[in-house]
């Protein structure tokens, strides 16, 4: 009767481990996903900065 329950015993422990796993992967992959909003958003940025400095080097050029 031993054997039959640890081996019960031993399979909602894996369970256990595997949900803690799950949650864990979850919310690093959350986080992940913000962090990659973010850089999303600056490159954004940063690509519109580009773009007029560019047009205002282009003005400039003109001028000369």
């Known amino acids: 009767m031993?054997?039959?329950m640890f081996a019960v015993?031993?399979?909602f422990?894996?369970?256990a481990v595997l949900g803690v796993l799950?949650?864990?992967v979850f919310v690093e992959a959350q986080r992940l996903g913000r962090q990659v909003?973010?850089?999303a958003r600056r490159i954004g940025t940063?690509?519109?900065e580009l773009e007029?400095?560019?047009a205002?080097?282009?003005r400039s050029a003109q001028a000369l």
């Open 56 to 58: 205002r080097a282009g």
């Open 46 to 48: 940063a690509a519109e």
């Open 37 to 39: 909003a973010e850089s």
């Open 22 to 24: 799950a949650v864990r």
């Open 52 to 54: 007029h400095a560019a």
């Open 9 to 11: 015993a031993m399979g």
């Open 2 to 4: 031993f054997w039959p």
């Open 13 to 15: 422990l894996g369970l």
